[in-house]
């Protein structure tokens, strides 16, 4: 099983940045597909954003698309998200989720895709 940490969540003004931290430990990090996800208060976990294990695939959500930036350094064993324009909406814990996959191209975009959680961060956005 992989050991997923994030970092890098806290409190910003809307229309600021940050960028989230993923780093992956515990086995290989070879063919391992990554995604991000976030939970607001009262609202159901829910998808951001993917990434393939080669980095060559992503995908976003439409309510993130144009503001945020999925990336991941293999010879680092870590994802990122950089989040750009952030929204009073876009206060979450966001988490970051991994499984392994067969092939380097492929992306998962669902909750029960993935087996492997992090404990999920805190980002909150101020009007």
């Known amino acids: 099983q992989v050991h997923l940490v994030e970092s890098g969540g806290g409190l910003v003004q809307a229309g600021g940045s940050l960028r989230l931290s993923c780093a992956a430990s515990?086995?290989?990090?070879?063919?391992?597909?990554m995604g991000w996800f976030r939970q607001a208060p009262g609202k159901e976990r829910e998808f951001v954003a993917a990434i393939s294990w080669s980095g060559g695939k992503i995908y976003l959500s439409d309510s993130v698309k144009g503001r945020f930036t999925i990336s991941r350094d293999n010879t680092k064993n870590t994802m990122y998200l950089l989040m750009n324009s952030l929204k009073p909406e876009d206060t979450a814990v966001y988490y970051c989720a991994g499984r392994f996959a067969d092939t380097g191209g492929s992306y998962f975009l669902l909750e029960y895709d993935y087996p492997d959680w992090g404990q999920g961060t805190q980002v909150t956005v101020s009007s």
């Open positions: 515990g086995r290989t990090f070879s063919g391992y597909a």
